[in-house]
């Protein structure tokens, strides 16, 4: 499966923003999904991730509250929603699938979008 992310951008702190990521290929594999970022020079780490059904979701502490993981599997589109951004959340994103179930850890994920870069401005 293909990955393309979007929607990164420019965003004053305390702002929203809203990425999406779509899927191409094989997509007709019940797929989990995820979120990663990256600040350069540190390792990735995770945001966010939602199990095939949309059921399941689990948030990395420092987004909890703020950001809210979500998916159209008709569209073969996740998005991540971002609100009251702070200086700390920008980062390169990266989304993310695997195989069933759902994860948290970047190295269960086999799939790897591109990445789109959000900066916010304090």
């Known amino acids: 499966v293909q990955l393309q992310a979007s929607g990164g951008g420019l965003v004053q702190r305390g702002g929203s923003l809203s990425l999406s990521c779509t899927a191409s290929?094989?997509?007709?594999?019940?797929?989990?999904m995820g979120w990663f970022r990256q600040v350069r020079g540190k390792e990735r780490e995770f945001v966010a991730s939602?199990?095939?059904?949309?059921?399941?979701?689990y948030y990395a502490d420092s987004v909890k509250g703020r950001f809210t993981i979500s998916r159209e599997n008709d569209k073969n589109t996740m998005y991540l929603q971002m609100n009251s951004l702070k200086a700390e959340d920008t980062a390169v994103y990266y989304c993310?699938?695997?195989?069933?179930?759902?994860?948290?850890?970047?190295?269960?994920?086999?799939?790897w979008g591109q990445g789109t870069l959000v900066t916010v401005s304090s």
């Open positions: 993310a699938a695997k195989d069933a179930g759902w994860g948290t850890k970047d190295w269960e994920f086999p799939y």
């Open positions: 290929g094989r997509t007709d594999h019940s797929y989990a």
């Open positions: 939602i199990s095939f059904s949309g059921l399941t979701t």
